[in-house]
């Protein structure tokens, strides 16, 4: 099994912002650019990157933790899911998002762990910074 795919991130918005922002449906698609169905609640299914990624909600606390099943749509059947799981706290300047993605493929592994970077925290910085200026 490959390694653990470990990050963190602070952005300029409240741990309960991001967190929120994460699981709303529209709040996901704005900060990503690309379409999300996204639910809070416990065992609901969600899909981002316009189905490109999917899977469930695991374990929610509001707030403060999102631990979900999740696959990228181009991974094999036999491909077990990954689970992700997100911790959001307060940090200096805003709140700090702390990932630990596990049983990431080894054929995507790599892919995975740049696209955390990519996808979702250069974009969401990015999303932020313009929202902050209006």
């Given at each position: 099994?490959?390694?653990?795919?470990?990050?963190?991130?602070?952005?300029?918005?409240?741990?309960?912002?991001?967190?929120?922002?994460?699981?709303?449906?529209?709040?996901?698609?704005e900060f990503t650019?690309?379409?999300?169905?996204?639910?809070?609640?416990?065992?609901?299914?969600?899909?981002?990157?316009?189905?490109?990624?999917?899977?469930?909600?695991?374990?929610?606390?509001?707030?403060?933790?999102?631990?979900?099943?999740?696959?990228?749509?181009?991974?094999?059947?036999?491909?077990?899911?990954?689970?992700?799981?997100?911790?959001?706290?307060?940090?200096?300047?805003?709140?700090?998002?702390?990932?630990?993605?596990?049983?990431?493929?080894?054929?995507?592994?790599?892919?995975?762990?740049?696209?955390?970077?990519?996808y979702y925290w250069?974009?969401?910085?990015?999303?932020?910074?313009?929202?902050?200026?209006?």
């Amino acid at each position: 099994m490959p390694p653990a795919i470990i990050q963190s991130v602070v952005l300029k918005a409240s741990p309960e912002e991001l967190f929120d922002a994460f699981l709303d449906s529209k709040q996901h698609s704005e900060f990503t650019g690309a379409p999300a169905k996204t639910s809070p609640a416990p065992g609901a299914a969600f899909q981002a990157w316009g189905g490109q990624l999917s899977g469930r909600n695991l374990h929610v606390v509001p707030g403060k933790m999102i631990v979900q099943a999740w696959r990228a749509n181009h991974w094999p059947a036999a491909d077990p899911d990954s689970i992700l799981i997100l911790q959001f706290s307060k940090a200096p300047g805003g709140g700090r998002i702390d990932l630990t993605h596990v049983n990431v493929p080894p054929h995507d592994h790599r892919g995975v762990a740049q696209g955390w970077t990519t996808y979702y925290w250069k974009p969401w910085k990015a999303h932020l910074a313009k929202k902050k200026k209006k």
